[in-house]
């Protein structure tokens, strides 16, 4: 089966950037979105097809992807992000998800 | 508004059936393909599983395979989920979700739209 690897969790300062990784087996040959979840929510698409943003999403939000790494940037980030962010692709008829990433706005 | 909302979630003891629902508005729902992912407590996100926009093409997480069926009637803007042969594990949130996908020579998936979850509780 396919596994992707994501950092358990990241913290920034408000204002500052946060990058979170998501790394599997030439990745980069596949596309990946990434989904925002805040406590007691439902998740959120936030970048889909590596780098792309759904409407109503900020542009702080980006998005990479190469090799065996995808990455997700929060560029001036607010404490509003704070929030756990999922890595997802497509593999072999199967959906696969990132173990989660939780960001914290200190 | 782009909506769903899922339904049928209960306190079941283990070996037991359960039909879940999703009720879509606001799009054309035969238009999409449609997913149910779950959640259970305090983890991560589980793909569970996919239909196609008619119904045609159905993909399974390998943990479901076999105990749980995907269905959909476009007539209703409805979304199935049946799930039986219950166990402990599959205690969670099942959420349903709009998706975009193409498997063509460069495929995708992802899941655009999502409802507020359904509770699936197993335990004796």
């Known amino acids: 089966s396919y596994d992707l690897t994501q950092p358990p969790s990241v913290s920034v300062s408000p204002g500052q950037t946060a990058s979170i990784t998501c790394s599997g087996d030439?990745?980069?040959?596949?596309?990946v979105c990434w989904y925002q979840q805040r406590p007691g929510q439902s998740p959120l698409l936030v970048i889909y097809?590596?780098?792309k943003r759904p409407s109503g999403i900020p542009e702080r939000f980006s998005g990479s992807n190469s090799g065996n790494t995808a990455s997700l940037t929060i560029s001036g980030t607010q404490a509003l992000d704070e929030a756990d962010y999922y890595c997802?692709?497509?593999?072999?008829?199967?959906?696969?998800f990132g173990p989660g990433t939780k960001v914290t706005v200190l | 508004e782009v909506q769903l909302v899922e339904s049928g979630g209960d306190l079941v003891q283990p070996g037991a059936s359960l039909r879940l629902s999703c009720a879509a508005t606001?799009?054309?729902?035969?238009?999409?393909?449609m997913s149910w992912v779950r959640q259970a407590p305090g983890k991560g996100l589980e793909w569970v599983s996919t239909?196609?926009?008619?119904?045609?093409?159905?993909f399974f997480a390998d943990s479901v395979k076999g105990r749980f069926t995907i269905a959909r009637d476009n007539s209703k803007s409805t979304l199935y989920l049946q799930v039986s042969s219950l166990r402990a594990e599959d205690t969670a949130v099942f959420f349903c979700?709009?998706?975009?996908?193409?498997?063509?020579?460069?495929?995708?998936?992802?899941?655009?739209?999502w409802g507020k979850g359904t509770t699936v509780t197993v335990s004796s």
């Open positions: 979700a709009r998706t975009d996908l193409w498997f063509g020579e460069n495929h995708y998936f992802h899941m655009d739209v």
């Open positions: 606001g799009f054309t729902f035969s238009s999409y393909a």
């Open positions: 239909i196609s926009d008619r119904g045609g093409t159905t």
């Open positions: 030439n990745l980069g040959h596949k596309y």
């Open positions: 097809q590596d780098n």
């Open positions: 997802q692709a497509w593999d072999s008829d199967t959906v696969v």
